[in-house]
């Protein structure tokens, strides 16, 4: 075995010495004479040098040692066992894979099984052999492809204006993935040439870097996949041509899902949660579909805006056991009552005093705050004006639930719904850290949750019930509760 440079190793002079750039890191060498160190070292390494004979201490070590670390050197066999990879596939290897080696030889050791018709098949065929690989075709009737090596298989399908190819998996696994994604998708007509090339080619790519232990090619050389975790889709447009890499939650393999999963723009349940063209002050919000939710944050803003787009009619969610916290809060204010406190309960609550004064005076509303305790250690504060219910909180303490009722109606106030969205970042969704300083008289001091919600549901007649949601809802962490005399 020899060690050489990868490919695409390059490095550039600085006016101290050189800067080293490869495939994943990059680190720079500074001192008298490393530009002439390193090309001599680049000259030696292009070709392939036994790894024993790199020097382990002194500057030519030391460069190699770095080179080492930053994964830059690549071992590469002085004779292959069998035909040697094209060359232009070897640079490729060299270039990725961590044994350019074993990678050919799982390649090479059995044709890759193409199954389907028309030119997405074709365009596969041929992106195949360009690597080099055998390919036995076997022509079948439907509008994809599948191919098939090595244990692993990938889908494909493409109409006249869209085309996709799934995430590596079992057969099984993946002609599933295919004909949802085809559905979610809308894929229609017969498939342009261009565009099956590139789904075409695309498929072929996936399937060589799974055979070979390559990185999925959706997710670059540090992290196949997406950050939810989940087996990504590529979809490709015709006008704009165009492609990308979406994340998708399967039903038919082990995937893990997140929020951006969930509200995918091509291929999520739920439409994309965004900011749009709503205000961002004095609260941050986003809207997902028709439901718009509100945070101490934007991150937070995104979270209510999914949670409040999952719930359904007479059911509360919320992110793991943050539903219970709303569910419970929503039935204490679904019931009413409670005996008024006065004014002077809240008023002297600084956050309760700066969100009165953004709903009275930055708004101009005539607003009213009713605040009551509804049990011992249970407090329903509710803003109203002539037209109605503009916000509403349920904490522990008449401080805190006055501000955040204020807080909900400033909150709708700016965009112009009532009543106002529940603002996460209250007790119903508690932070381990307040994303705020102590000193921060914008929002209240977070709620001792764990006895706010014992305290609510000891007085309760009937309490919230879990309630079932949708596979994808709950692998991005999202809970239920339907509240007491909802019915399915």
């Not at 389907?116 to 074709?122: D, F, N």
């Not at 050389?221 to 087996?231: A, L, Q, V």
């Not at 709303?326 to 700066?354: E, N």
């Not at 209250?426 to 932070?431: D, E, K, R, V, Y």
Request: charged share 15%; glycine share 12%; net charge negative.
């Amino acid at each position: 075995m020899l060690l050489r440079l990868r490919p695409v190793v390059h490095a550039s002079p600085t006016a101290t010495g050189v800067l080293v750039r490869g495939w994943r890191s990059s680190f720079a060498v500074e001192g008298g004479g490393v530009a002439t160190l390193w090309d001599r070292v680049a000259t030696a390494l292009a070709t392939g040098v036994p790894a024993e004979a790199l020097p382990d201490t002194g500057p030519v070590g030391a460069l190699v040692a770095q080179l080492r670390a930053h994964d830059m050197l690549v071992p590469i066999p002085t004779r292959w066992d069998g035909p040697p990879p094209p060359e232009d596939v070897l640079a490729w290897l060299e270039s990725v894979a961590a044994d350019p080696a074993l990678a050919w030889r799982r390649l090479s050791a059995e044709p890759v099984a193409v199954r389907g018709s028309g030119l997405l098949a074709a365009a596969a065929v041929r992106a195949l052999r360009n690597v080099g690989i055998g390919v036995e075709v076997s022509i079948s009737a439907g509008d994809g492809v599948l191919l098939s090596a090595g244990g692993v298989a990938v889908a494909a399908g493409c109409g006249d204006r869209t085309g996709f190819a799934v995430a590596p998996g079992g057969e099984g696994a993946v002609e599933a993935d295919a004909a949802d994604v085809a559905r979610r998708l809308g894929i229609v007509g017969e498939p342009a040439e261009v565009l099956a090339a590139l789904v075409g080619s695309a498929a072929a790519h996936r399937l060589v870097c799974a055979v070979a232990g390559l990185p999925d090619p959706s997710g670059g050389p540090e992290r196949p996949g997406r950050e939810s975790g989940g087996p990504s889709v590529f979809v490709a447009d015709l006008d704009p041509l165009r492609a990308e890499y979406h994340p998708w939650f399967s039903r038919h393999r082990e995937s893990v899902g997140g929020l951006d999963t969930l509200c995918d723009a091509r291929l999520g349940d739920l439409a994309p949660v965004e900011p749009d063209d709503l205000p961002q002050l004095p609260v941050p919000v986003a809207r997902c579909g028709a439901a718009i939710g509100a945070g101490v944050e934007p991150g937070r803003a995104r979270v209510a805006a999914v949670t409040a787009a999952v719930a359904g009619p007479g059911v509360v969610a919320g992110i793991a056991d943050d539903a219970e916290g709303l569910a419970l809060r929503t039935a204490v204010h679904t019931l009413g009552g409670g005996t008024p406190l006065p004014a002077s309960a809240w008023s002297g609550d600084p956050a309760a005093r700066r969100w009165w004064k953004t709903v009275t005076l930055r708004f101009g509303v005539p607003a009213t705050m009713t605040v009551s305790e509804w049990a011992p250690g249970v407090v329903h504060a509710v803003v109203r004006d002539d037209a109605g219910l503009l916000g509403w909180a349920v904490e522990s303490t008449p401080g805190a639930a006055a501000a955040w009722a204020a807080a909900s109606a400033a909150a709708g106030c700016q965009v112009g719904v009532r009543p106002g969205p529940l603002l996460t970042g209250s007790g119903a969704t508690p932070p381990q850290a307040p994303p705020w300083p102590a000193e921060d008289f914008r929002w209240p001091a977070p709620t001792d949750e764990p006895a706010f919600r014992a305290a609510a549901r000891a007085a309760l007649p009937d309490l919230p019930t879990p309630t079932p949601l949708s596979a994808a809802a709950r692998a991005a962490g999202i809970t239920a509760f339907r509240l007491p005399g909802a019915h399915p």
